[in-house]
């Protein structure tokens, strides 16, 4: 953990855990900022990034992003361009969906690119599934009857049944 204390706007020390930034603001508006940084551990590496850089790893993001948008204009699905992990073609990767998407795109083909989005997805439904699975086991009941999804389908339960229910 890093306890960060920032003399802009006198805001009080912050507690910051893994993953969390406190430099973003300051580096996409020019705001000078002076403070002291102090880790609770020894193994906390900090890593700063000129601003001209990070501001050039924020434009190739968001160049790299797809918005999908249903019918009324509402995002449902965010996807990024990333290469394969095969070393073949890149590919879009789902970064952040509505419930309905994500089941959705469990039909398509990502091994290439995301080849651990159906164990994540299994990992994790309980978390945006929250009132039970129904919708999860219809759709996957109704792309069995199409013989072109089969196999993908028989390959999700199968993964799901001996993944998550021995």
Known sequence: MVSWRSEM???????????ESFGMP????????????STRSADCH?????RSEFLHIINQSELNTKRLKDEEGKVVVVKELRASVSGGQPGDVVTAANPES????LRENHKSVDPDYTDDFLVTY??????????LTTSL????????YRYKILSIVTSWV???FT
């Open 9 to 19: 706007e006198g805001l009080p020390p912050k507690l910051l855990h893994v993953g």
């Open 26 to 37: 300051a580096a996409t508006q020019v705001l000078k900022q002076q403070g002291d940084i």
């Open 46 to 50: 900090i890593l700063s990034i000129p």
């Open 102 to 105: 994500l089941i959705e795109h």
């Open 126 to 135: 309980r978390v945006f599934l929250k009132t039970d699975v129904d919708q």
């Open 141 to 148: 009941l109704h792309w069995f009857k199409d013989s072109s």
């Open 162 to 164: 001996s993944a998550h």
